[in-house]
Each structure stands twice: as structure tokens, then as C-alpha cells.
């Protein structure tokens, strides 16, 4: 697609629902982040994809967020047990290229996702 | 650790004026700088993007500069319209990472 791509737009989930975001990236981008957004503060990182491997989930709040890219494309970050803290947007982003070459690269980022944990 | 600030955090102008939003870091050991706006609901767009290795950056009445010695940026929009209006955030990359400031909310009226 055109630019990177995320769903849903919003999700309202119950304390303690599983939920699962997804995130499409531009075609062909080699580099993949997931970041979080709490209300009226800059995204923070939570977790970087090279292709299918995650080279960095440093920034992963609890055991409770997993991230997975299995075939270099499509990723999806599923949040389990959800507390109401996890309230917040999901941004996704994806960079032409990765390695020391990809750090020089844009980061093109979707609309986000909205959790609201109730 | 790095640690990004942006001053103001809020901006009201009326249409017509030149403003510089601020953005400070603490490590000068970065990748690039980027700019980006944000609109409410909305995504981020990236604006400019400085390399470590270069000053300044311009796209149309957008000026993003770089002092990566004293770990500063300013982003000077010329003329500012009200459809200007949103939240612009600046990020650093050390690695592979974004490292972002909390933003400047910005109100240009008629």
C-alpha cells in the first residue's frame, strides 16, 4: 500500500481481555517499530523488527506484550491480561532499509491504534 | 540516557508570524534528527529529517536547523497559517530507535 497501515483505529477492551493489534507496513520496508503513545506525551519505543527477527523489545512495559513479524511483513502486537494502564496509541512505523544504512531512513508512521481499557 | 525537551510545550500566534519551535537533547551522539507534526486523532507525518553530518534542512516555509555540539534544534516555519495548527514533535535516533520530545501544541488563529 501506499503508506503503512493499521487496525483497528479503536479498540475498547474489557480489564483483563486479550487484544491483538495489527500493523501493515510500506511494501518492501525491511524495518518495522512499534511505539506507545500515553496522552499528551511523545511515542515511546517499545519494539523493533529487522524482517522477522525483533532485534530490540527493550522498551516492552511487562511480559504481558508480545510482538511478532513472522514472515517480514505484517506485524502484530497482542497485549494479554490488559490493565487499565495499557490505555493508550499504538503507532506503528516501517524504514526502508535496516542496519546501519536503515538508521540514516525516515520513519513513516500509521494513524495508530486507540486502546481504551475499561 | 537520552533525554528529549521541547520548548515552548504550547504556542498561540496569530496568522502572519515566524515562529521557532525548540527542541533540546542530552546525548549529541545521534543518527539524525526528524521533525514531525502531529494532528489531533491523527498520526505522525515526518516534516524534515537532519543527518548528524548536516546544519539545516528547508521544505517550502519549513527550516529545520542542528547544533549537534550543544544538542540543539529549531524548526522556524515562515508566515504561519492556521491550517499549521497541530502538535510538532521532534525525535532523536541514537541506534535504531526514535527518542521524542513531548512536543509543542501549536494555535495559529485568523
Known amino acids: 500500500g501506499a503508506g503503512v497501515s493499521q487496525s483497528p483505529r479503536y479498540k475498547v477492551a474489557k480489564r483483563g481481555q486479550d487484544v491483538a493489534l495489527r500493523c501493515d507496513p510500506i511494501?518492501?520496508?525491511?524495518?518495522l517499530f512499534w511505539y506507545q503513545q500515553a496522552l499528551g506525551q511523545g511515542p515511546e519505543f517499545l519494539t523493533y523488527?529487522?524482517?522477522?527477527?525483533?532485534?530490540?523489545k527493550s522498551g516492552l512495559p511487562s511480559d504481558r506484550f508480545f510482538a511478532e513479524r513472522p514472515e517480514g511483513s505484517v506485524s502484530t502486537l497482542k497485549i494479554q491480561r490488559t490493565q487499565q494502564e495499557d490505555s493508550a496509541v499504538y503507532l506503528c512505523?516501517?524504514?526502508?532499509?535496516?542496519?546501519?544504512?536503515?538508521?540514516?531512513?525516515?520513519?513513516?508512521f500509521g494513524a495508530g491504534t486507540r486502546l481504551s481499557v475499561l | 540516557k537520552q533525554e528529549v525537551t521541547q520548548i515552548p510545550a504550547a504556542l498561540s500566534v496569530p496568522e502572519g508570524e515566524n515562529l521557532v519551535l525548540n527542541c533540546s537533547f542530552t546525548?549529541?551522539?545521534?543518527?539524525?534528527l526528524q521533525w514531525f507534526r502531529q494532528d489531533p486523532g491523527k498520526g505522525l507525518t515526518s516534516l524534515l529529517l537532519?543527518?548528524?553530518?548536516?546544519r539545516e534542512q528547508t521544505s517550502g516555509r519549513l527550516n529545520a536547523s542542528l547544533d549537534k555540539s550543544s544538542g540543539r534544534s529549531t524548526l522556524y516555519i515562515a508566515a504561519s497559517q492556521p491550517g499549521d495548527s497541530a502538535t510538532y514533535l521532534c525525535?532523536?535516533?541514537?541506534?535504531?530507535?526514535?527518542?521524542f520530545g513531548t512536543g509543542t501544541r501549536l494555535q495559529v488563529f485568523p
Open positions: 512505523a516501517s524504514s526502508l532499509r535496516g542496519g546501519d544504512r536503515g538508521r540514516k531512513n525516515i520513519q513513516y
Open positions: 511494501s518492501g520496508h525491511v524495518s
Open positions: 523488527f529487522q524482517n522477522e527477527a525483533q532485534l530490540d
Open positions: 546525548d549529541s551522539a545521534i543518527y539524525n
Open positions: 537532519i543527518q548528524s553530518s548536516q
Open positions: 525525535a532523536v535516533r541514537g541506534t535504531d530507535k526514535l527518542i
